[in-house]
């Protein structure tokens, strides 16, 4: 099956660092990816949308300097939160879309940000 | 707007069988799909419905009837495992995944 790996699985900074997360579709070519944020105990929630060699589109009240994406690749999309807070964190969870299987998402691990 | 209604939550008892129910109200539609989530980690596929009817897997089975914008998930033979939660999510027009809540099943022995 297609398999999306994420990188890191998790991390703790300091308020204020920028942290870099990775999202990899291993066996097949993403054209499109999705990154979400999950905060506990409630549904996920899209951050943006992000095709190969364009720009990402994000969705109302995602601010997109502060959430940075490149989708360089078919197959790597990296989300950068920049000058991060404790309120940014939460599970942020990248997902990769392929085609070829019913438009259907295969999700990443996710990644868990806490920010002291 | 868009929407997705699912219970919040629902306990059952292992060996038994449980049903789950969404509703759904978007702009297109393009498929339905329930994931399985446990706490801590990314949801897991479980089903894709595009035509009416019920379609089985195991011990999961989905159905959707397109006309009443509805949809149940079907889980058999209760395992203390299958204690998730589990997300309902319709694809609109733009092939946008749109997101129900989920609904937190608890297994009971």
């Known amino acids: 099956g297609a398999v999306v790996s994420q990188h890191p699985s998790r991390v703790i900074c300091k308020s204020g660092t920028s942290v870099k997360i990775e999202c990899r579709s291993l066996d097949f070519q993403a054209t499109t990816m999705f990154w979400y944020r999950q905060f506990p105990k409630q549904s996920l929630m899209l951050m943006a949308t992000?095709?190969?060699?364009?720009?990402?589109?994000?969705e109302q009240g995602v601010e997109k300097d502060k959430f940075l994406i490149n989708h360089a690749s078919l197959t790597l999309s990296t989300l950068t939160v920049t000058s991060a807070h404790p309120e940014d964190s939460s599970f942020y969870i990248c997902?990769?879309?392929?085609?070829?299987?019913?438009?259907?998402?295969?999700f990443g691990p996710g990644t868990r940000l806490t920010v002291l | 707007g868009q929407n997705i209604d699912q219970p919040t939550e629902m306990t059952a008892t292992e060996g038994a069988i449980v049903q789950i129910n969404c509703t759904y109200q978007?702009?297109?539609?393009?498929?339905l799909f329930w994931y399985q989530q446990h706490a801590g980690e990314a949801p897991t596929f479980l089903s894709y419905?595009?035509l009416d009817g019920l379609e089985e897997k195991g011990r999961f089975s989905s159905f959707l009837s397109r006309s009443k914008g509805y949809s149940y998930l079907l889980l058999k033979e209760l395992q203390m495992k299958d204690s998730a939660s589990y997300l309902c999510?319709?694809?609109?027009?733009?092939?946008?995944?749109?997101w129900g809540a989920g609904t937190k099943l608890i297994i009971k022995p």
């Open positions: 997902s990769a879309r392929w085609v070829k299987i019913d438009n259907e998402q295969f």
């Open positions: 999510a319709v694809m609109d027009s733009n092939y946008q995944l749109i």
């Open positions: 978007t702009s297109g539609f393009n498929g």
């Open positions: 992000s095709n190969e060699g364009s720009k990402a589109t994000y």
């Open positions: 419905n595009v």
